[in-house]
C-alpha cells in the first residue's frame, strides 16, 4: 500500500491527505497493523458511503413514483375538466343554434 501512495503522483492530492490522516512517514513504510487500521477505517467509511447513496437512492425512487403518481392525477383531472368544459360549451352552442332557429322563425 506504501508503495502504491509513493508511486501514485497523478493523484497527489488524495495521497497528501491519505498521508496526514494516517500518519505515514515519508518512507512509506507502515507496520501490518497499521495497514489493517488504515484498511479498516477506510472500509468503514466506505460502508457509511454505501447507506447513504442507497437511503439518497431509495428516497429518489419514492419521491419519483410520488411525482408520476401526482402528474398522472394533475394529467387525469385536467382531462376530466377538459372534456366536462367542451360538453358545456357544446351544450350552449346547440342551445343557440336552436335559439337562432326559433327566433328567426318567429320573425318571418
Known amino acids: 500500500m ?11 492530492q488524495p495521497r497528501d491527505r491519505l498521508v496526514e490522516k494516517y500518519g505515514i512517514p515519508k518512507d512509506g ?10 484498511l479498516t477505517d477506510i472500509h468503514s467509511s466506505f ?3 454505501r447507506a447513504l447513496w442507497g437511503v ?5 425512487v419514492i419521491l419519483a413514483y410520488v411525482f ?3 402528474t398522472a ?10 372534456v366536462y368544459c367542451f ?5 350552449a352552442h346547440k342551445t343557440l343554434r336552436y ?3 326559433v327566433i328567426s322563425e318567429l320573425s318571418t
Do not use: C, H, P
Open 2 to 12: 506504501a508503495q502504491r501512495m509513493r508511486d501514485g503522483q497523478e493523484n497527489q
Open 73 to 82: 392525477l394533475v394529467t387525469l383531472t385536467s382531462m376530466i375538466v377538459g
Open 29 to 38: 513504510a507502515v507496520t501490518q497493523k497499521e495497514r489493517i487500521d488504515i
Open 99 to 101: 335559439l337562432d332557429r
Open 87 to 91: 360538453y358545456s360549451f357544446y351544450q
Open 68 to 70: 408520476i403518481s401526482i
Open 47 to 49: 460502508r457509511k458511503k
Open 56 to 60: 439518497l437512492g431509495i428516497v429518489s
